[in-house]
């Protein structure tokens, strides 16, 4: 499958839209921090200009992916809906400094071969808790995670196993 890569001020002159639906297994760099490789994200890019003729871009991403769930350790489907305006600009220096950015409208460096799955993949590695978990007291730590804080706890599994050896 050939995932699409646009030339990014074309795209918004000529008010295109792409759609795509994308499986987890896709995105190169979630794949890595997900928990298995079930889920799905639909994606569309959209161009337009915005009331003073600037050149922009609308991304919107829905879907799920499964990941680890911080207390429990199994798994946890994560749903991410998320809507974003990137208003293109020619040089890095026009790049909109972290703190400019209002509400939800970034600036994007144009590009002859944006591609459109990397764009949406920033956007959902974005909006990923950085510690998720399932809903309040649906799940509890594993057992023997449970004095995980105690430094002595490996060393005294460990002189366990050495006893346990000896005997
Ligand atoms: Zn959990």
Redesign the pocket.
Known sequence: MEWPVVDSVQFAKQHAVVRCSVPVSEFKRLVQVVHEERGNFDISLEGFEDSEGSYCLRLHVDGFMTVT??????P?ALQITSDRDFVLVEREQDLMQLGDEVDDIESLLVDQKLDVLGLAEDEIMLQMPMAP??GEN??ERPRWSGDVHNENSAFSVLSVLENAKDR
């Open positions: 769930c911080q207390r429990c350790l199994e946890l978990v399932h649906k799940c």
